[in-house]
């Protein structure tokens, strides 16, 4: 190996002249070549020099050129500018101008609209009022064919023209013509049992509509639904009855009519009588009907009594007055006996039995007499005052328990359905009235009967005084001090 590395180091070192020789001479080639390229890259650059200074100076006065379009164009667009500016302005300020007008036409609009609006609504509301009429009157019964509203107004489908406001205006017209006529007509009715049955038929305008048949005459109402009139279940007074009668007969030129177009006549069938309204009131209620007729007959019965026994006083204490101071003593007996059943009488009799007694054991007996006598006069007066004190408290005891059963219908149901308290509300009302009903009269007839027993009670003492008086005053006219005969006497026998 190391004979092989010998081996080449010296073939190297031989050939190394000889490569140093070529290699020169190549060297000096690639100078002049080189020389020549460079000499042909800078003509090369000295022509794209000049080219390129040639094109820059194109470019140039392109540019100038193009700079001087366009300030020109800057300057055009100015002036452009400008009068779009002014014209700017001047619809700003015709803008602002048409905004103001539109405003106020706004405003103007809305007024109108608000005007339309009104008159439509208005127009709708009285064809409504116009269709209530007819549909509710009796001529849409027995006159199929009146004139009706025009459809789509009502009910706001169409907005109304001025042909269907002169029609609804028609329509309104004939209707008052017809709320002025009065006729008589015959036609099928509903009677009050159901049946159907022809009967006479008086109209009265679009408000009132009576019947009469063979021995019934009353007020109709009519169903708008099923078309038909029929009889108020109940019939009115007779008096109105005959009123009714006499104006179809053409005997009379007054009639009642109901102007509430059927309200004055549904009052009249559902308004209930005293003893209709009683049972509504509760068990409360007869423990006070009881007491009114306890109380009845009581009065009643005070009022025959006392009655009975009224007479004239002062002409028998005249006549006594006479035959006392006649002397006359057993006339007088006889003239008391003869109104043995009246007490003021019994009260005379006794005062004469004691007439030969001193004043003050004949005042004595006297008052006794009448003492006596008041008993059965005030005679079921307290009871009669009792049963007028306990009436209205058995009305405020049914309020009471009617309040207590609508509270507890409030507990279980709420106040949802006004029908479900009217039954508490009822019990309360009618007690109370019925027991204020009762002990008013009751009361101003104990007021009454206490008077009259008074007045008797007054009466008898005021005769007995006068008795007393005659009595001494004939002892002391005849001048003698002995007293007057005793009883079964003569005043002859006086001593």
Request: glycine letters at 8%.
């Given at each position: ?5 010998l ?30 390229e ?11 020099k ?20 366009l300030?020109e ?27 103001e007008?539109e ?47 025009p ?15 002169r ?44 019947y ?18 029929f ?27 109901d ?6 006549l ?14 509504r009131?509760?068990?409360i209620?007869?423990p ?15 009022v025959?009594?006392l ?51 001193p ?25 009669l ?12 005891l ?24 009217s ?13 204020l ?7 101003m ?41 005793q ?9």
């Amino acid at each position: 190996m190391k004979n092989l590395s010998l081996i080449a180091f010296l073939a190297a070192f031989l050939l190394l002249p000889a490569v140093t020789a070529f290699s020169a001479e190549d060297m000096r080639e690639m100078q002049i070549r080189a020389r020549e390229e460079r000499q042909a890259l800078l003509e090369k650059a000295m022509q794209e020099k000049e080219a390129a200074q040639r094109e820059a100076e194109e470019v140039r006065q392109r540019i100038l050129s193009d700079r001087r379009a366009l300030e020109e164009e800057i300057v055009r667009l100015e002036e452009e500018n400008k009068g779009y500016t002014e014209r700017v302005e001047v619809l700003e300020t015709e803008r602002a101008e048409l905004s103001e007008t539109e405003k106020a036409l706004d405003g103007e609009l809305e007024e109108a609209d608000a005007v339309v609006r009104e008159l439509v609504g208005a127009i709708r509301v009285n064809a409504k009022d116009v269709d209530s009429v007819i549909s509710d009157g009796f001529r849409s019964v027995l006159s199929p064919e009146t004139a009706a509203v025009p459809e789509g107004i009502a009910d706001g489908g169409e907005f109304p023209g001025m042909d269907d406001i002169r029609r609804l205006s028609d329509v309104l017209f004939a209707e008052i013509r017809h709320a002025g006529s009065v006729r008589i007509t015959t036609d099928a009715i509903i009677d009050r049992s159901g049946r159907e049955t022809e009967a006479e038929i008086l109209l009265i305008g679009n408000f009132t509509a009576a019947y009469r048949t063979g021995g019934e005459t009353g007020f109709l109402n009519h169903s708008p639904a099923g078309d038909k009139l029929f009889a108020l279940s109940r019939l009115p007074s007779g008096r109105m009855q005959g009123q009714i009668d006499d104006y179809m007969d053409g005997n009379s030129n007054a009639v009642p009519m109901d102007v509430t177009r059927g309200g004055a006549l549904r009052q009249l069938t559902h308004q209930l009588s005293l003893w209709e309204q009683i049972p509504r009131g509760g068990p409360i209620v007869w423990p006070i009907v009881i007491i009114f007729g306890l109380g009845i007959a009581i009065i009643i019965e005070r009022v025959i009594f006392l009655a009975h026994k009224r007479f004239n006083a002062d002409a028998l204490m005249n006549r006594i007055d006479g035959l006392i101071r006649g002397g006359e003593f057993e006339k007088c007996r006889f003239a008391c006996e003869g109104h043995a059943k009246k007490p003021l009488a019994r009260v005379i009799g006794a005062g004469l039995t004691c007439c030969h007694m001193p004043r003050e054991e004949m005042e004595n007996a006297l008052q006794e007499a009448i003492l006596r006598e008041i008993p059965p006069m005030e005679r079921f007066l307290s009871t009669l005052g009792m049963l007028a004190a306990i009436a209205p408290l058995l009305g405020l005891l049914g309020t009471v328990t009617g309040m207590i059963n609508t509270f507890h219908v409030i507990t279980l149901y709420g106040t949802g359905d006004p029908r479900m308290m009217s039954g508490g509300i009822s019990e309360a009302l009618v007690t109370t009235m019925l027991g204020l009903s009762v002990a008013i009269p009751m009361l101003m007839a104990h007021t009454w009967l206490h008077r009259a027993v008074d007045k008797n009670i007054g009466e008898m003492e005021e005769k007995a005084v006068t008795l007393v008086n005659v009595a001494h005053k004939g002892r002391g006219d005849n001048h003698h001090h002995e007293h007057p005969p005793q009883p079964g006497g003569s005043l002859d026998e006086a001593e």
